[in-house]
């Protein structure tokens, strides 16, 4: 399965302010995933970044709050911007690739832990 | 109905005991399952996929009842190692990508 590398591991960030999480995949992938798992909760997709086209949006979720970059096939970042408190989380990026038994499956980076103050 | 819904724990069993965790889904359409496994701090990790007439991987068996959109993993012969949160994980249709996943059951097993 793909290794998934992503930065950074943890911030602690001011209200109002951006921050960029990276993915670096170490393999060509077609789609990566940008999901969000808040204290307590499931996790929830964010959005599809798609290489050479917009990224796909789930509902409840805006470009405007959530930028994404796709620049290339291994390679996405996820920008939380205008932060507040609720936006802690922990991020994660993923992708989808093939189990031993052939099966699609998702493969997640270690996350990036957020906290805002 | 919550999408995927599943009983938050947590279970505390000795070791050696047997565990099953249950899971129930809302979109009728779903046609891929997986249970995952998550540890503290870590990110999730496949544990099996689940399939219509079963499987079973070593100490861990899982069952699909899409009549009553029921999952369900049960885990024989618990290992201290196997203390973690389980997550059902429902495809909702669409991007493969697009997984709804429940809040997940926590496990400790105890010596």
């Known amino acids: 399965s793909a290794v998934i590398s992503q930065k950074p591991s943890r911030d602690i960030c001011q209200r109002g302010t951006s921050l960029t999480i990276q993915c670096q995949v170490d393999?060509?992938?077609?789609?990566m995933f940008w999901y969000r798992q808040q204290p307590g909760q499931s996790l929830t997709l964010i959005a599809t970044?798609?290489?050479?086209?917009?990224?796909?949006?789930e509902s409840g979720f805006v470009i405007d709050k959530f930028p994404i970059s796709r620049p290339n096939l291994t390679f996405s970042t996820l920008t939380v911007s205008n932060m507040s408190p609720e936006d802690s989380s922990i991020y994660l990026c993923s992708v989808m690739g093939r189990s031993t038994s052939g099966a699609n499956v998702l493969t997640f980076g270690a996350g990036s832990r957020l906290t805002v103050l | 109905r919550k999408e995927v819904e599943q009983d938050p724990g947590p279970f505390n069993v000795p070791e050696g005991a047997t565990v099953a965790f249950n899971c129930t889904y809302s979109n009728s359409a779903s046609q891929s399952f997986f249970w995952y496994r998550q540890d503290c701090r870590k990110e999730p990790k496949l544990l099996m996929s689940?399939?219509?007439s079963g499987n079973e991987d070593g100490r861990f068996t899982a069952q699909l009842n899409r009549a009553s959109q029921y999952i369900s993993l049960l885990i024989r012969d618990s290992k201290l190692s196997d203390s973690a949160t389980y997550l059902c994980v429902v495809g909702r249709g669409g991007s493969q990508g697009n997984l709804i996943f429940g809040k997940g059951t926590k496990l400790s097993v105890k010596p």
């Open positions: 689940v399939y219509s």
């Open positions: 970044a798609n290489q050479g086209s917009e990224a796909t949006y």
């Open positions: 393999s060509q992938v077609t789609m």
